[in-house]
C-alpha cells in the first residue's frame, strides 16, 4: 500500500459513503470534460471514470501515478498528466477540445482533495484560469471553506472572503469527519462548489485592490481611517462612498473594490531629483 507523503500533504480518501456523496454532489454526466486534482490512490478517480467519456488527473507523486495505472489498467479514457498543480495550465486542456466544439464551450470541471498545505495559493492558481471552468467541487478543512463563504459583519469574514469574491461563488455542501481519510487529519472537512461569476466584479487594479483588502484587516479592530493610513486618507475614503469610522469586516466586497479603485486613482508620488 502506497503510504501517504508529509511533503505533499496527502491524506487519502477511504470511506464509501463518504465518496458516493461527493460524487453525487459533483452529478458527473458522460460528456463532462473533468478534470481531478490530486487523485491519489484513485478513490473519486474509478467512480468518476465509471460515468465519464474521458477524464484527466493531474498528480505530481509518481508512485501515486503508478498505482492509478495499474488500478485503472492502463483505460485510454484516463490521461494522467504528472505535474505540480501550482504550475500546471488548465488551458491546454481546454483548448484541446474536439473541433467541433465551439469556442467557449466545454469548460472544465474540476473536482478534487486538495493538498491544504497549498490550498490558499492553489485556489488563486485557478482563479486565474477561471475562463476555462465551469464549476469546482473540493475538500478543504472546514476552518478554511468557512472563511471562504462568510458573510460580512460575521466571525470567519476576512482577507480570503474578500479576495475570492469579486471572482467565485462559494457554497459548502457537507462536512467530513477525520476518520474518512488516511492517515486522519486532526480537523473536520467540507466538501464545497466553487461557480465563477458569469459577469465578475471589475476590481479595476488587482494589485491595488489586494494592497487595500491586506492593510484593511492587517490590523481588523482598527478602523479604516487608522489601518489604511499609509494608503488612503479619510477624504480618500470618503471619496469611495465609505465612512472611515468603520472596521474592514462590515464592508463588502463591493466596497472593497472602491476602496481599491480610489486607491489606484491616486498620483504616484513623483521621485526628487538624483544626487
Not at 485510454?76 to 505540480?84: F, K, M, V
Not at 474518512?180 to 494589485?207: I, Q, Y
Amino acid at each position: 500500500m502506497h503510504q501517504p507523503r508529509k511533503r505533499f500533504g496527502q491524506h487519502f480518501l477511504h470511506d464509501p459513503g463518504v465518496i458516493g456523496r461527493i460524487v453525487a454532489a459533483i452529478a458527473p454526466q458522460p460528456q463532462d470534460r473533468m478534470v481531478e486534482i490530486g487523485p491519489g490512490l484513485g478513490a473519486l478517480t474509478l467512480p468518476l471514470l465509471a460515468r465519464l467519456n474521458e477524464l484527466h488527473a493531474v498528480e505530481i507523486d509518481r508512485d501515486a501515478i503508478r498505482h492509478l495505472r495499474e488500478i485503472t489498467r492502463d483505460d485510454p479514457r484516463l490521461h494522467i498528466h504528472s505535474a505540480d498543480v501550482l504550475e500546471f495550465s488548465f488551458a491546454h486542456i481546454y483548448e484541446a477540445r474536439p473541433p467541433s466544439e465551439q469556442p467557449g464551450a466545454g469548460k472544465l470541471r474540476l473536482v478534487g482533495n486538495l493538498p491544504y498545505n497549498i490550498s490558499t495559493p492553489l485556489l488563486f492558481h485557478l482563479i486565474e484560469q477561471r475562463q476555462h471552468i465551469l464549476d469546482m467541487h473540493f475538500m478543504l478543512q472546514k476552518e478554511v471553506v468557512d472563511r471562504m463563504a462568510a458573510a460580512p459583519g460575521s466571525e470567519h469574514y476576512g482577507r480570503l472572503t474578500v479576495m475570492l469574491a469579486p471572482w467565485v461563488r462559494v457554497e459548502p455542501l457537507f462536512d467530513i469527519g477525520p476518520g474518512a481519510f488516511r492517515p486522519p487529519p486532526k480537523v473536520v472537512s467540507t466538501v464545497f462548489r466553487l461557480t465563477p461569476h458569469e459577469t465578475p466584479l471589475d476590481v479595476g487594479e488587482p494589485r491595488q485592490f489586494a494592497t487595500v483588502v491586506a492593510a484593511a484587516f492587517s490590523q481588523r479592530r482598527k478602523t479604516l481611517r487608522n489601518a489604511l493610513k499609509p494608503l488612503l486618507d479619510a477624504d480618500d475614503i470618503v471619496a469611495a462612498g465609505i465612512d472611515p469610522g468603520l472596521r474592514a469586516e462590515v464592508l463588502s466586497p463591493a466596497e472593497f473594490v472602491s476602496l481599491g479603485r480610489r486607491l489606484a486613482a491616486k498620483p504616484t508620488p513623483e521621485a526628487g531629483p538624483a544626487e
